[in-house]
């Protein structure tokens, strides 16, 4: 299939930092000092205090008998509303092709400067190696490196991106991507039945939705207290499906007010509700605020992936979800128009979903 070559966003040219960090460093650049982030929670004891992020068993989720299903859909049902994070086990995806990737993802960070620089973000472009939502020259920047693309439908891949990757780890990501778009349809369609809305919804919005991968590398920092890997905000997709990398640990989510860090299980992903599926439900489920710490010893790698709705759909709340009682909170807009509103601002919270929400007295029930 044929279409338009759609550019996302745009941000603007910023150091590398694992370059950056290859020479002695006596301070850090003024640019990536951040007073303005509450401190990471450093004392493992205290860690150890915090509530844990759900755990959703897909497999139980998806077997027969009526009690079964329904203790386990209310799980992830409670998961969605009052977390919207939850780590997924027992979900089928080859273990043999996730330490492969773990593997080719790390020897990609590894390549030299000048091989990156084949597939360094071009000018008025989000994909590629760089960062994002870099909208001015005194913005103050996150200790991080990543390397953003699309990789579903295969149609809206990047030219200069996606077919140029290195092998084996082009193959492996080819494999991958189908994985995550098969877990992503049945995790979709379960949180359809918990929400007891129109399953045929659901999959018409999501079946050929688009997919974007982000690569992430948080090279350690002498004072990691001073900088943030990422800063806190909410994701505009549907789903994100998190894969730890390497065994160094950082991100946190803002619940009850508190950043609690996510301990990533073995062989499981970290999935979080975005801001789409938060204005999908109506307002039910909700997307929550997270984002990345580092640490002075190892640097900390991630993937994640971002399921959204079809490009030539729409992103408002679902019609089964609206009724006279619960009438639209959100506007509903092109889900082209939606995309690239969210990549060519500053993230900041979850101030997208705020500009998507209706005023009070004002939702429609058509």
């Known amino acids: 299939m044929a279409t338009k070559q759609l550019t996302l966003g745009s941000s603007l040219p910023v150091p590398n930092v694992q370059e950056l960090v ?22 493992s004891d205290a860690a150890s205090l915090l509530p844990a992020v759900p755990v959703i068993d897909l497999q139980k989720l998806q077997l027969s008998g009526e009690s079964m299903d329904a203790a386990q859909r209310a799980k992830l049902h409670s998961a969605c509303q009052e977390w919207g994070f939850f780590q997924v086990v027992n979900h089928g995806v080859s273990s043999s092709l996730v330490e492969k990737l773990k593997i080719e993802i790390q020897e990609f960070f590894k390549l030299p400067i000048e091989e990156k620089k084949k597939f360094w973000q071009l000018p008025g472009d989000v994909e590629g ?29 990047v030219p200069h991106l996606f077919p140029n990757l290195p092998l084996p780890l082009r193959e492996t990501l080819d494999s991958y991507a189908l994985e995550m778009k098969k877990l992503a349809m049945t995790l979709l369609e379960e949180m359809a039945k918990a929400l007891k809305m129109d399953a045929i919804e659901m999959r018409e919005l999501f079946e050929e939705g688009m997919q974007c991968m982000r690569m992430n590398y948080y090279p350690p920092c002498p004072q990691p207290e001073k900088v943030i890997g990422i800063s806190p905000h909410s994701d505009i997709s549907g789903l994100t499906i998190l894969l730890q990398v390497n065994e160094i640990e950082g991100l946190q989510i803002r619940k009850d007010g508190i950043w609690v860090p996510v301990t990533p299980l073995p062989h499981a992903f970290v999935v979080n509700i975005g801001d789409t599926m938060e204005i999908l439900s109506n307002g039910t489920y909700h997307s929550i605020e997270h984002r990345a710490t580092v640490n002075s010893v190892k640097e900390r790698l991630s993937i994640g992936t971002f399921y959204s709705p079809k ?13 006279r009682d619960r009438p639209a909170l959100f506007r509903t807009v092109g889900a082209e128009e939606f995309s690239k ?5 500053k993230l900041e919270g979850k101030s997208y979903v705020e ?9 429609s029930v058509n």
Request: glycine share 6%; aromatic share 12%.
């Open 355 to 363: 500009f998507m929400r209706i005023p009070n007295g004002e939702g």
């Open 341 to 345: 509103s969210f990549l060519t601002v």
């Open 22 to 43: 290859k020479e002695p460093m006596n301070s850090i650049p003024t640019r990536f000092i951040r007073p303005d982030q509450e401190p990471p929670i450093i004392s």
């Open 311 to 323: 490009l030539d759909g729409e992103v408002g709340p679902v019609r089964s979800l609206i009724t």
């Open 129 to 157: 190696f760089g960062n994002q939502f870099v909208i001015s020259e005194e913005q103050k920047l996150d200790w991080a490196d990543m390397f953003f693309m699309r990789t579903l439908p295969t149609y809206t891949r």
